[in-house]
């Protein structure tokens, strides 16, 4: 039977390899994808990812391909993110506390996120893409916290790629708010990459939802690296690869890629985990 895994994408700008590079391989390999983003507008690749003449600022290197700015491209101009899953649609917002009816509606929540848990029991892996526009629609997202959490309690494999990493660092459960990475080996975004200005988006959207006009915001909203280190704790481990072309860390059920370069690895270690047992790699 064919695996089946729940891709999320960012709708303000994801970067290109991160999605193609796990996606040809997964898909090869004869995998069922289905796309989903926060609202269910169709995402959007960022410019520099489908230019193979980009020169990242941090790195003072190419890092786009032409291979993938290629890939990129054809799927931007195909229909393959057209009609993405709404997560706004699928998973339940949690109630706010002072409201007047707060006991009831965190029923309500909690019996509504039960039954999208059981409607993640399809789904063998979740891969959460990155770029920049993860800091503004995922990573914060009590949905997308969910989705986390409903493959966490089914022991599933979980993915994050760059900027969506910090998705594991928030997603808590509400009541014991304690990092569900805490005591694990993570890779992420290393302070020494980051960028000091011209942190983009490739969409943006406004108070009611009506798309504005592309920005470069200056640096990065925060050092993921202080982030992820924090998360895991003193019994686990930030590693931020730097100087290495690949950083991809598998500690089971989590698996996490730094950068750009790392998509393929991340597709093919997919596979690894969910055909063959593989349950740590990287350290």
Same mark, same amino acid.
């Given at each position: 039977?064919?695996?089946?895994?729940?891709v999320?994408?960012?709708e303000?700008?994801?970067?290109?390899?991160?999605?193609?590079?796990?996606?040809?391989?997964?898909?090869e390999?004869?995998?069922?994808?289905d796309?989903?983003?926060?609202?269910?507008?169709?995402?959007?690749?960022?410019?520099?990812?489908?230019d193979?003449?980009?020169?990242?600022?941090?790195?003072?290197?190419?890092?786009?391909?032409?291979?993938?700015?290629?890939? &990129?491209?054809?799927?931007?101009?195909? *229909?393959?993110?057209? /009609? %993405?899953?709404?997560?706004?649609?699928?998973? +339940? #917002?949690?109630?706010?506390?002072?409201s007047?009816?707060?006991?009831?509606?965190?029923?309500?929540?909690?019996?509504?996120?039960?039954?999208?848990?059981?409607?993640?029991?399809?789904?063998?892996a979740?891969?959460?893409?990155?770029?920049?526009g993860?800091?503004?629609?995922?990573?914060?997202?009590?949905?997308?916290?969910?989705?986390?959490?409903?493959?966490?309690?089914q022991?599933?494999?979980?993915?994050?790629?760059?900027?969506?990493?910090?998705?594991?660092?928030?997603?808590?459960?509400?009541?014991?708010?304690?990092?569900?990475?805490?005591?694990?080996?993570?890779?992420?975004?290393?302070?020494?990459?980051?960028?000091?200005?011209? &942190?983009?988006?490739?969409?943006?959207? *406004?108070?009611?939802? /009506? %798309?504005?006009?592309?920005?470069?915001?200056? +640096? #990065?909203?925060?050092?993921?690296?202080?982030?992820?280190?924090?998360?895991?704790g003193?019994?686990?481990?930030?590693h931020?690869?730097?100087?290495?072309?690949l950083?991809?860390?598998?500690?089971?059920p989590?698996?996490?890629?730094?950068?750009?370069?790392?998509?393929?690895?991340?597709?093919?270690?997919?596979?690894?985990?969910?055909?063959?047992?593989?349950?740590r790699?990287?350290?």
């Open positions: 039977m064919s695996k089946k895994v729940l999320i994408l960012s303000w700008g994801y970067w290109g390899e991160e999605l193609v590079g796990p996606y040809d391989v997964l898909n390999a004869g995998y069922i994808i796309f989903a983003t926060p609202k269910g507008r169709k995402p959007v690749a960022l410019p520099p990812s489908m193979e003449t980009f020169i990242d600022p941090a790195l003072d290197k190419y890092v786009t391909s032409a291979h993938y700015a290629k890939r &990129t491209r054809e799927i931007e101009q195909s *229909d393959l993110l057209a /009609k %993405p899953i709404d997560l706004s649609g699928w998973f +339940p #917002a949690m109630p706010y506390f002072n007047p009816n707060f006991g009831h509606e965190l029923e309500a929540y909690y019996n509504k996120r039960e039954q999208c848990w059981k409607e993640l029991e399809q789904y063998d979740l891969l959460m893409v990155g770029g920049s993860p800091m503004v629609d995922m990573n914060n997202n009590e949905r997308l916290h969910d989705v986390i959490l409903g493959f966490l309690s022991g599933k494999l979980i993915t994050a790629e760059c900027y969506a990493v910090t998705c594991l660092a928030f997603a808590r459960d509400w009541t014991e708010r304690k990092s569900i990475i805490w005591g694990k080996h993570v890779t992420g975004h290393a302070r020494e990459y980051d960028y000091k200005d011209s &942190t983009g988006f490739a969409q943006m959207y *406004d108070f009611e939802g /009506k %798309p504005m006009p592309s920005a470069n915001v200056g +640096p #990065a909203f925060y050092p993921l690296e202080y982030i992820l280190r924090d998360a895991v003193p019994e686990g481990q930030y931020g690869g730097v100087g290495h072309t950083s991809t860390i598998l500690d089971y989590f698996l996490t890629g730094r950068s750009t370069q790392d998509g393929k690895l991340v597709g093919e270690l997919i596979i690894q985990v969910l055909e063959h047992g593989l349950r790699y990287g350290w």
